[in-house]
């Protein structure tokens, strides 16, 4: 059974960075592509960043292109989101997810989430 666990999460001010981590058990990493969403309370799962498979490609939702970094470590199993200079609309609890797909672009193509982990970014 694949598990997920995301950490990382914080409450900073703006400008700030953090670096989420996603860790995997049950499969190796390299059988996924593998993404980051953002959730808002009342509001839809948001797609922030995904990795193919391999890392080959990435795409980014355009509110955080430039500014946040996914990297997939296939060796150590563990999915990373680099986020520099949050703001506050980046508030939000983070979730990672894992697809079959080559480039899962939304929520349903993910077969495995994780518990999601809070990040509060405050003016």
């Known amino acids: 059974q694949v598990h997920l666990a995301e950490s990382g999460g914080a409450s900073v001010q703006t400008g700030a960075s953090l670096r989420l981590l996603c860790t995997i058990s049950g499969r190796p990493l390299s059988d996924f592509a593998m993404g980051w969403f953002r959730q808002v309370q009342g509001k839809e799962r948001e797609l922030v960043a995904v990795s193919s498979w391999n890392g080959g490609r990435m795409e980014y939702a355009g509110s955080v292109k430039g500014r946040f970094t996914i990297t997939k470590d296939n060796v150590q199993n563990i999915l990373f989101l680099q986020m520099n200079s949050l703001k506050p609309e980046d508030s939000a609890v983070y979730y990672c997810?894992?697809?079959?797909?080559?480039?899962?672009?939304?929520?349903?193509?993910?077969?495995?989430w994780g518990q999601g982990t809070q990040v509060t970014v405050s003016s």
């Open positions: 997810g894992a697809s079959a797909r080559f480039l899962p672009l939304s929520e349903g193509e993910y077969n495995h």
